[in-house]
DNA sequence: CCGTGTGAAATTCTTCACAGCT
DNA sequence: AGCTGTGAAGAATTTCACACGG
């Protein structure tokens, strides 16, 4: 319903929607931005900015139901679907992608996996063939695919990500440590700890508690 | 050698080490911040504006030396030292964390591992001592690291955070799906691959290509 | 001429502060 | 009395544009 929120926003939202659904757990019925900021030291009125880029969701004097502004965001955000993701790259990482049970638990289900090595295309990893390489188009179009995890090496990645546009993948999350490119319309976004670990350094160099 | 550089510019500087380390590799001795934007999908200012806070690097009419430039971002960042790095939590992910090659090649080693459960600890895993959780402390005295890995359950991650904090690490990068919280002059990264596609179906919610 | 380094302008993002509803 | 929603102020970040050196 609208356009023109910034990214960063965007960003932001699941880990409001984190922070509910732990709170609705804790069977807590309403949660103040003071509350929630306190949690994700965000600041209340950060919150508040980011939520009213999409209506108003909470009731003056008293705060915003948990149950009902977790509903929302989730619409917002797309989470109230099944999403299909394939996984490019059946390494150890790859493997671990597969296995892992947070995704599914989100709605982010592995419907397929792709590895260029004749040793691991043919194995099932939690029901989910892998499939070899070269028949990446063929497997998309039969079976389309949302989302995209690459796995593989740093070498390939690039082609891979080109294979993947190509066949129709609107969203890439890159595992591999190069800064990939897609066409306009494919969002990508990188999961780097090596990067992360290399801006984290800068701050150790200081003596001690630096800021 | 100074301070109030903005976070942002410090998260920027180990992708263009990256790039400038793969431009070295390829036999590139000069570079254009144009060029180098080109392969990050950055400005050519921002790059120029960015290391502009740390002095001047370029050459007027000419670019950058490739390898006097990634010298000094190394030195920047710290890269040209050994950072000792501990994972809590050795489940399938924490292994996999032990066993990736990446993080040793860039200088980060993987001096000690802690598991909870009796099943792992006991364990050697790519010659690391996988310790009982509660040799934390007495092994972070006895032999200190600069960084720690938290891969541990969301359940668990807080209190190994402030664990690890009290024990002298300086820089956590976490995996856990919390927004982890520590004392200042603790440095906290979060790696979490499912909030990261949670912010992506957001921009698949459009029919196309959005944007 | 080409490309850096950098003030100044433009833009984006965050915080303030308060009117208004409950 | 408490807390949202939001214009407006303020801060941070990015981009512009050009003087200057090679």
Chains 1, 2 share one sequence.
């Not at 977790?70 to 990482?93: K, N, Q, S, T």
Request: glycine share 10%; with cysteine.
């Amino acid at each position: 319903m609208s356009d023109d929120i910034p990214e960063v926003v965007v960003n932001r939202l699941p880990l409001y929607a984190r922070a509910l659904t732990r709170l609705a757990a804790a069977g807590e019925r309403v949660v103040s931005s003071q509350r929630l900021g306190g949690e994700l030291e965000v600041t209340p009125a950060q919150i508040r900015k980011d939520l009213s880029y999409f209506g108003r969701f909470g009731t003056q004097g008293r705060g915003y139901d948990v149950d009902g502004l977790l509903e929302r965001l989730r619409a917002i955000l797309g989470l109230d679907r099944r999403w299909r993701v394939c996984v490019v790259g059946v390494g150890r990482l790859g493997q671990a992608v597969l296995e892992y049970e947070g995704f599914a638990r989100q709605g982010f289900h592995m419907t397929a996996a792709f590895d260029a090595s004749a040793a691991v295309a043919g194995r099932t990893i939690r029901g989910v063939a892998v499939r070899a390489m070269d028949e990446l188009e063929a497997s998309l179009a039969r079976e389309p695919v949302d989302i995209a995890v690459v796995t593989v090496p740093a070498a390939a990645a690039q082609e891979v990500v080109d294979r993947l546009a190509a066949g129709g993948v609107r969203a890439i999350l890159n595992y591999a440590p190069i800064s990939a490119h897609a066409p306009p319309g494919v969002v990508v976004r990188q999961i780097d700890p090596v990067v992360t670990m290399q801006a984290m350094t800068y701050h150790l160099k200081a003596p001690d508690g630096d800021r």
